[in-house]
């Protein structure tokens, strides 16, 4: 399984943008499916979005479709996930996550998780 390490998370104002980063390591990042959850306080974690191995296919929450985007670098090894017209209920811990199994990791329980990055929209 890869090894994921976020970064980008902040404070900003509602209406502000954010770009998250995870940066993959230890096997060909290309085989994974990436993915992008969070987890608000008090809350369960959420599926937000997710990109497949090549790129050629995303999906997304209905609560941040028109929003967030998700992408990959597989040069860089690196999944991205651009955060815009952020909102106070966008505050959470953003959460890295990648499989080899587009089902797998859409169901929540992929094999490889990040240490996740907090992500706090004030109003």
């Known amino acids: 399984q890869v090894q994921l390490v976020e970064s980008g998370g902040g404070l900003v104002q509602a209406g502000d943008s954010l770009r998250l980063s995870c940066a993959a390591s230890?096997?060909?990042?290309?085989?994974?499916?990436m993915g992008w959850f969070r987890q608000a306080p008090g809350k369960e974690r959420e599926f937000v979005a997710l990109?497949?191995?090549?790129?050629?296919?995303?999906y997304y929450a209905d609560s941040v479709k028109g929003r967030f985007t998700i992408s990959r670098d597989n040069a860089k090894n690196t999944v991205y996930l651009q955060l815009n017209s952020l909102k106070p209920d966008d505050t959470a811990v953003y959460y890295c996550?990648?499989?080899?199994?587009?089902?797998?990791?859409?169901?929540?329980?992929?094999?490889?998780w990040g240490q996740g990055t907090q992500v706090t929209v004030s109003s």
């Open positions: 996550a990648g499989d080899r199994w587009v089902p797998t990791l859409a169901s929540g329980t992929p094999g490889s």
């Open positions: 230890g096997d060909t990042f290309s085989d994974y499916a």
């Open positions: 990109i497949r191995g090549s790129g050629s296919a995303t």
